[in-house]
């Protein structure tokens, strides 16, 4: 009767140790689905307009534009510069480069028109 009574403490204090294992792994699992459904409902917002994405947001309204390669390999949106304003974007998180259908390489440069020779 001893020896069934520490088998049974035994096994508790292994269900013990495996419950404690799932208590820490839950809350991971619900962050990891919390980041999936978000990513799922951005993907059904998510617009392509050659070259770059635009994101739909609930009033209709576009915002972007968004890097290609960020969101086709990690899925992430990241935010297009275009410091020149001449339709050439940029992404500072992979440094691809974007050139819209407004893009003009002749667009005036604050740089360029200060050299004297
Ligand atoms: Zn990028």
């Given amino acids: 009767m001893k020896l069934k009574l520490a088998d049974l403490i035994d096994n508790l204090v292994d269900a013990k ?8 792994i839950l809350p991971k699992r619900a962050t990891e689905i919390n980041l999936l459904k978000d990513q799922l409902e951005k993907q059904g917002h998510i ?19 968004y890097c290609q390669r960020c969101y086709d390999s990690n ?3 990241i935010r297009l510069q275009s ?32 050299r004297r020779f």
């Fill in 17 to 24: 140790v495996e419950i404690a294992k799932f208590k820490d």
């Fill in 47 to 65: 617009l392509w307009e050659t070259p770059y994405y635009f994101f739909a947001k609930e009033n209709g309204e576009k915002d972007g534009p």
């Fill in 75 to 77: 899925k992430k949106l």
């Fill in 83 to 114: 410091p020149g304003k001449n339709g050439y974007w940029q992404c500072n998180e992979c440094t691809s480069g974007y050139k819209d259908s407004t893009y003009s390489a002749f667009s005036y440069t604050p740089i360029a028109s200060s």
